[in-house]
């Protein structure tokens, strides 16, 4: 074999070697791209309850395998009866190492009976993803309330009231 | 021979970098710079559910950055100077300080600032309003969905609209329902970007009723947002004050 002839053979096994590698490092990234998914679940229960009960809470949030920063669930009406003010609770859940939540979320007292909706949104840092929704109906108005899991609550923000009108002319870029 | 090995090389370089990026993870926001006059943007919005922050102390200081020990840069009132509450739209959810990051009710439009949470107390939506000034559009949503879509009479080339992310700061009830307002108009936290004052105001960007209904649909303001009275009587009914609202321009 002449020196030329060995200098070829290198360099193909170079080159070989490089494809494999670099298919290597593309399976790597690809399964490393597939891990970073955001992914979202949200269990609910009850489907169903009186006025002054509570919903029992869990699920996950994470993105890959990366937890969300916080997880947040939304009882909203979806039917408002004439006279009253709609239901609108949020409640932010802690997102444990593993990606889980669980926790729990009041039904009003007064809450008129009818259809609503208990919702999820997962927040990474400012950005939300993962949205659910399960349907829950309110029987009843003032039930007692029955007891619920331990939360692992960490803030409850009430939803925020129509505003009132003030008399007042505007003075605004009409 | 060689030559083959370089084309297989570069393939694989290809497929790898392309698939890579079709299968990236969404890029994840930090919080944004804390300095007064931050730029915004519309799709900061899109959001399932927005913090408001109700001043509860007379005047409400405003810092550009959460550090203790820092002079505030300005204070606000509360009640504001028309008479009702100082709300805030939150920039960022609240975390675990005692600070919150604020859009502010000032010029220039989209500034913002942060504030002691002691002195204001949150509450929460998930109603939202769009506005589209070229499809002259108006959408009220819940969450991502669509609840209300209505013609929109948007400003004139002459003094447009500013577009960005703004809120409710106000509601004011005229005494005449058949006057140019209509029964009811929002302010909002933008000015116009043409006009310093108006009728005595500080131009300040409003959605309100009309009496012109004919001139809804149209560029015919001095930079308000102009609904039928129906429409604004049926988000009466909704809005709370600090409801986020999004201008696309």
């Known amino acids: ?3 030329r002839t060995r200098l070829g053979v290198r360099r193909r096994l170079v080159f070989v070697a490089a494809t494999i590698g670099l298919a290597l490092v593309g399976r790597a990234a690809l399964a490393g791209a597939q891990q970073a998914e955001p992914t979202s679940t949200l269990s609910s229960s009850p489907a169903s309850g009186a006025g002054g009960s509570s919903i ?8 890959g395998s990366q937890p969300a920063t916080a997880a947040v669930v939304h009882l909203t009406s979806q039917q408002i009866p004439a006279g009253s003010e709609p239901v609108n609770i949020f409640v932010d859940l802690t997102v444990a190492s593993d990606g889980t939540f669980q926790g729990a979320i009041g039904v009003p007292v007064d809450a008129p009976a009818g259809t609503y909706a208990v919702s ?10 993962g949205d659910k929704a399960n349907p829950f109906t309110v029987t009843s108005s003032a039930a007692p309330t029955t007891s619920a899991p331990s939360p692992t609550t960490t803030t409850t923000v009430p939803g925020a009231r129509r505003a009132t009108p003030r008399t007042g002319t505007p003075r605004f870029a009409g | 021979v060689a030559g083959l090995f370089r084309c297989a090389v570069v393939a694989v370089v290809l497929v790898v970098t392309t698939a890579c990026s079709a299968s990236a993870p969404n890029p994840v926001a930090g919080p944004g710079p804390a300095t007064v006059a931050t730029p915004t943007s519309p799709e900061s919005v899109a959001r399932a559910d927005s913090v408001i922050a109700t001043a509860t102390a007379p005047r409400v200081a405003i810092y550009r950055t959460p550090a203790e020990g820092s002079e505030p840069d300005r204070s606000l009132s509360n009640p ?9 739209l939150a920039a960022e959810p609240p975390g675990t300080s005692a600070w919150l990051h604020v859009y502010l009710p000032t010029r220039p439009n989209g500034s913002s600032g942060w504030v002691h949470l002691a002195d204001v107390s949150l509450s929460r939506t998930d109603l939202s309003l769009h506005i589209n000034l070229t499809s002259h559009r108006l959408e009220f949503r819940r969450g991502a969905n669509v609840a209300l879509a209505a013609p929109v009479g948007v ?3 002459d003094t447009p609209t500013p577009g960005g992310l703004y809120y409710i700061t106000e509601l004011l009830q005229p005494p005449d329902p058949n ?10 936290s933008g000015f ?5 004052t108006f009728n005595g105001g500080d131009a300040v960007i409003g959605i309100h009723g009309t009496n012109q209904p004919e001139a809804v649909g149209h560029d015919v303001s001095h930079g308000c947002l102009r609904v039928t009275n129906d429409v604004i009587r049926q988000l009466v009914d909704l809005l ?3 409801t986020p609202v999004s201008i696309e321009a």
């Open chain 2, 192 to 196: 116009s970007d043409r006009l310093q």
């Open chain 2, 80 to 88: 504001t100077v028309s008479g009702g509450p100082l709300v805030f």
């Open chain 1, 1 to 3: 074999m002449t020196i």
């Open chain 1, 56 to 63: 029992a809470l869990h699920g996950t949030c994470r993105i």
């Open chain 2, 240 to 242: 709370p004050l600090g």
């Open chain 1, 120 to 129: 999820l949104a997962c927040f990474s840092g400012d950005q939300e993803f």
């Open chain 2, 179 to 188: 006057g140019a307002y209509g029964p009811f108009a929002y302010g909002l």
């Open chain 2, 155 to 157: 400003g004139t080339t």
